[in-house]
């Protein structure tokens, strides 16, 4: 009981923290759900921290920024997946979850035909590995910028292979 009244104290305390965080990643979307994982980081701040290693408030805001920016990548990733599904599936019947397993499995290959070495390795690293534009870059030792050209040149010869075999079947 004492630590739920220790920590409504504290969530009064940093509440202008969090909006000022919400604010400072231009957060327009979501905003109530941006302020729940704020919350819940200072609660996870507050009960990881270590008085010896720093003050308080710099750990809280590191801890509620990166589990902002976290949350901000797991949505882009998980909105750019679905877009990528929408831009490849021409049948109805497939669902997400059997796209991404027919990609892994058998197209995979016949898909990675059509690409150059690295935009071969943005597909391979972004759908079986799940990595991030920035993860690829850096265990392939480049740019991000680089990797997202990369992205673009493979999506836009997916895109015009799916076209051309959709005009076959007709």
């Given at each position: 009981?004492h630590?739920?009244?220790?920590?409504?104290?504290l969530?009064?305390q940093?509440?202008?923290?969090?909006?000022?965080?919400?604010?400072?990643?231009?957060?327009?979307k979501?905003?109530?759900?941006?302020?729940?994982?704020?919350?819940?980081?200072?609660?996870?701040?507050s009960?990881?921290?270590?008085?010896e290693?720093?003050?308080?408030?710099s750990?809280?805001?590191s801890?509620i920024?990166?589990?902002?920016?976290?949350?901000?990548t797991?949505?882009?990733?998980?909105?750019?997946?679905?877009?990528?599904?929408?831009?490849?599936?021409?049948?109805?019947?497939v669902?997400?979850?059997?796209?991404?397993?027919?990609?892994?499995?058998?197209?995979?290959?016949?898909?990675?035909?059509?690409?150059?070495?690295?935009?071969?390795?943005?597909?391979?690293?972004?759908?079986?590995?799940?990595?991030?534009?920035s993860?690829?870059a850096?265990?392939e030792g480049?740019s991000v910028?680089?990797?997202?050209?990369?992205?673009?040149?493979?999506?836009?010869?997916?895109?015009?292979?799916i076209?051309?075999?959709?005009?076959k079947?007709?």
């Amino acid at each position: 009981m004492h630590q739920a009244v220790r920590f409504v104290e504290l969530h009064q305390q940093f509440e202008p923290m969090i909006f000022h965080i919400i604010k400072r990643l231009s957060i327009y979307k979501n905003k109530q759900e941006f302020y729940q994982i704020g919350c819940i980081a200072l609660w996870e701040a507050s009960q990881r921290f270590d008085k010896e290693k720093g003050e308080f408030k710099s750990y809280a805001y590191s801890y509620i920024i990166g589990r902002m920016k976290s949350a901000l990548t797991e949505d882009r990733v998980k909105q750019e997946k679905e877009e990528l599904f929408e831009d490849f599936s021409t049948r109805e019947e497939v669902s997400h979850d059997d796209f991404f397993d027919i990609l892994s499995e058998s197209e995979f290959e016949g898909i990675s035909t059509l690409l150059t070495v690295n935009q071969r390795k943005w597909l391979k690293g972004y759908f079986l590995y799940g990595f991030t534009p920035s993860e690829i870059a850096h265990d392939e030792g480049v740019s991000v910028s680089a990797v997202k050209g990369w992205r673009r040149d493979a999506l836009t010869k997916l895109r015009l292979h799916i076209t051309s075999e959709d005009l076959k079947e007709s």
